[in-house]
């Protein structure tokens, strides 16, 4: 079967840094991407990780580990507009994307 | 911003009757998919498109038809709604190049009593 991992949620102080990980088992791997989402809105791409190693774009952040079926999102400098679910997802063929169930994150003052 | 609009917006609609979403692009994008989202599950692929009248079914297609008789448009069509099928839909577009990202539209709400 075809499975995505994460947190369901998390909290973190403003300021602070969060790392959501992900883990992933899929029949095959074109790349994996983290979406954000605010209540009620839709999501919105953040990254793209299609070999091992660390992207970075700005606070964000994502790392992947192919071997290993693991990604993390890391997010720096936190602020409350960050309070948001972060969804995994992996494309394992051409057209399908497969989503984890997301990670709602929590920003404290 | 991607050029995606879904409409109705919201819909309440009644056990057994028909009813169809709406999905139209600006963009161009060769590439148009329909997904659920419900608490637990996360977004859940229904049915995807890979050009115009080119589609096929993703994990959740049961009860669920599609059609794509233009590049713009991606009709989503309940045959006989029911209250399972109560959910937030999001139609989604990719222009099929690196890095293959998604552009979602604001979604629908539909409830089926």
């Known amino acids: 079967g075809q499975n995505i991992d994460q947190p369901t949620e998390m909290t973190a102080t403003e300021g602070a840094i969060v790392q959501i990980n992900c883990t992933y088992q899929t029949s095959g791997f074109n790349g994996l991407f983290w979406y954000q989402q605010h209540a009620g809105e839709a999501p919105t791409f953040l990254s793209y990780?299609?070999?091992?190693g660390l992207e970075e774009k700005g606070r964000f952040s994502s790392f992947l580990s192919r071997s290993k079926g693991y990604s993390y999102l890391l997010l720096k400098e936190l602020q409350m507009k960050d309070s948001a679910s972060y969804l995994c997802?992996?494309?394992?063929?051409?057209?399908?994307?497969?989503f984890g169930t997301g990670t709602r994150l929590k920003v404290l003052a | 911003d991607a050029g995606i609009t879904q409409s109705p917006r919201h819909k309440v609609t009644e056990t057994g009757t028909p009813v169809t979403l709406r999905c139209h692009q600006t963009?161009?994008?060769?590439?148009m998919y329909w997904y659920r989202q419900d608490p637990g599950h996360g977004l859940r692929l229904i049915h995807y498109?890979?050009?115009?009248?080119?589609?096929d079914k993703g994990e959740v297609s049961d009860g669920y038809s599609v059609s794509r008789s233009k590049t713009e448009d991606f009709l989503l069509t309940l045959e006989s709604a029911t209250s399972s099928q109560t959910s937030v839909y999001f139609c989604?577009?990719?222009?099929?190049?690196?890095?293959?990202?998604?552009?979602f539209g604001p979604g629908t709400r539909l409830t089926v009593t």
């Open positions: 997802a992996v494309q394992p063929g051409t057209y399908k994307y497969i």
């Open positions: 498109s890979y050009g115009v009248k080119d589609t």
């Open positions: 963009e161009n994008h060769r590439y």
């Open positions: 990780n299609v070999l091992d």
């Open positions: 989604a577009i990719s222009e099929g190049t690196v890095p293959y990202e998604q552009y």
